[in-house]
């Protein structure tokens, strides 16, 4: 005899009515899919934090992101956007790893399971793992043509060689510029802050011309100076967004490897993503949340909001150009 469950409640027929502490967590509550085939936007895990320079543990942020992000809902209160009617969103499970403690190779398998997703139409939303794990998604998604980036970070990710490996955290965007998979020029870091080792870490951003927003300057024009700067900067071509949860203070989200003090809120960066709507949006990350620092769960909740946050933009974005455009 079945088990008594779900199927026995007509009003429980969608997974986000059902009470939500119940049932096995995915991402959101969107249904579990092995196979890529009738999905429009996949929301992925990448566990692997085989990338920081200081404290590890983002490898755990998929699951604690997914367990918080039952909390979250259909609809976006303030925007109106209601992913979930726009496009099929389901949750793709996490990038598989055979050899997750060699940094290149493991990068290399990241980058195979994304060629997969990309060359089935899918729009990834990824949450990780460290920040190195936007490299390889770039390498899927940005293989034809470079993409341009809001990036919100306390730190700009373009640094180099670091203890002999080209490949950390510190440095995935300076590699994606050389790769060929992202355009400087086309790209705004946006709440970098935080003590130095070396003035210059961060001149390959501003050689290469990117936009870089410092903290302060994010407090000088406030949140729709932020917002007109990524705008204006992005354009109207291929964008991505990647979220790393270090941007945001402390105060809001300490489960994290890096923090550095200072840095947006909450409320700030949920108004500045949701600010990116009608840019061409090719995916987005959150990454970084590592839940051995993150106690009471925090960092977790709040890394779900902000990927409910770019989904919403990102969906309302595919949605616009569903009929061909493939950007
Ligand atoms: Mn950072
Ligand atoms: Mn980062």
């Not at 039952?70 to 050899?99: H, M, Y």
Request: net charge negative; proline share 7%; glycine share 12%.
């Amino acid at each position: 005899m079945p088990l008594k469950n779900h199927r026995d409640y007509a009003e429980f027929a969608d997974p986000m009515a059902r009470p939500r502490y119940t049932g096995i967590p995915t991402f959101m509550r969107t249904p579990y899919a092995e196979e890529v085939g009738g999905v429009d936007i996949g929301l992925i895990g990448v566990p692997f934090d085989g990338g920081v320079t200081n404290r590890t543990g983002a490898r755990h942020g998929p699951r604690e992101i997914r367990n918080q992000s039952s909390l979250i809902r259909k609809i976006n209160q303030t925007s109106g956007i209601s992913p979930f009617d726009l496009c099929r969103v389901a949750d793709l499970g996490d990038a598989w790893l055979e050899q997750p403690f060699h940094l290149k190779s493991a990068l290399e398998e990241i980058a195979d399971f994304y060629r997969r997703v990309h060359a089935a139409g899918i729009v990834p939303i990824s949450v990780g793992g460290d920040h190195s794990v936007t490299l390889p998604i770039l390498r899927a998604i940005a293989a034809a043509r470079p993409v341009g980036m809001v990036h919100f970070d306390a730190h700009c990710d373009t640094g180099d060689d670091y203890l002999g490996s080209k490949f950390h955290h510190g440095a995935p965007f300076r590699r994606a510029v050389e790769e060929g998979l992202l355009d400087p020029k086309r790209t705004v870091q946006i709440g970098i802050r935080g003590p130095l080792n070396d003035a210059e870490i961060w001149k390959f951003s501003h050689d290469s011309g990117m936009r870089v927003i410092y903290i302060e300057e994010v407090y000088e024009i406030g949140v729709p100076g932020v917002i007109d700067e990524a705008r204006r900067v992005a354009g109207d071509g291929p964008t991505y967004v990647s979220f790393d949860v270090d941007g945001l203070d402390p105060a809001y989200a300490p489960g994290t490897g890096t923090p550095e003090v200072g840095g947006f809120s909450t409320l700030e960066a949920q108004m500045m993503i949701r600010g990116l709507r009608d840019l061409k949006l090719v995916g987005g990350d959150v990454v970084e949340v590592a839940p051995p620092f993150d106690p009471s769960g925090n960092t977790a909740l709040v890394g779900a909001n902000i990927m409910f946050e770019i989904l919403c933009v990102v969906a309302d974005s595919v949605a616009a150009r569903s009929g061909g455009d493939n950007p």
